[in-house]
């Protein structure tokens, strides 16, 4: 069955303390792995897909990477206004995403 | 590009009765997969669509539940007879056929 972890459930950063999120996944045949940023209120937003192990991919402060078994969200530097949190995903066998239950970031000025 | 648009953004249901929850894609996505969310909890996946057709159904509760995507139209997610542990978000989300999935802003419903 495909499943996905992510660690830890709550992280409080200081403003500049760099960090990085987890997420472990099992599934047959990766067909993407994806990271989303949510705020309260609102929709998951799109950051990243990876589809092979050695994958990186970066934006602003973030930088998500790959291997086999896990994908890390990298923060450097964080600012209070990455506070959100973020999820991540895979593509089932069937098309849909299967999500972890997500990582809430709080980043204090 | 008006992006995923879903309404209504917030809904009111007693007991019993029913909830229409709409979906319209983005212009050029053909596939529509409804998630609903309960507070801190992560995405949980009910239905994916595509136009006149159910493609998986795995996640939608056997009763009471029902989705369409019809050829001219939104997405519609139905709940018959809402029970208060209905209450959630309900996001939609599209995709064209190979690429990456657009959420949008979802619908809070909440059964009193």
């Known amino acids: 069955e495909d499943q996905v972890t992510q660690s830890p459930e709550a992280l409080r950063l200081q403003e500049g303390e760099s960090s990085s999120l987890n997420c472990s996944y099992t599934v047959s045949g990766l067909r993407g792995l994806f990271w989303y940023r949510q705020d309260p209120g609102k929709g998951p937003e799109f950051l990243f897909t990876l589809y092979s192990a050695g994958e990186e991919k970066e934006k602003e402060r973030l930088k998500a990477t790959l291997t086999k078994k896990e994908s890390f969200l990298h923060i450097t530097a964080p600012k209070p206004e990455d506070s959100a949190t973020y999820l991540c995903?895979?593509?089932?066998?069937?098309?849909?995403?299967?999500f972890g239950k997500g990582t809430k970031l709080s980043v204090k000025p | 590009n008006a992006g995923v648009m879903q309404n209504p953004r917030h809904l009111v249901r007693r007991r019993g009765q029913e909830a229409r929850l709409r979906c319209s894609p983005m212009?050029?996505?053909?596939?529509v997969y409804w998630y609903r969310q309960l507070p801190e909890e992560g995405l949980k996946f009910m239905v994916y669509l595509q136009k006149e057709n159910i493609i998986d159904e795995s996640g939608m509760p056997k009763e009471r539940f029902s989705a369409e995507f019809p050829k001219e139209g939104p997405s519609i997610l139905r709940i018959q007879q809402v029970v208060r542990g209905d209450s959630a978000a309900y996001f939609c989300a599209s995709s064209p056929l190979e690429g990456g999935y657009t959420f949008g802003s979802g619908t809070r419903l909440t059964v009193v």
């Open positions: 995903a895979v593509r089932g066998s069937q098309g849909n995403l299967i």
């Open positions: 212009k050029g996505h053909s596939h």
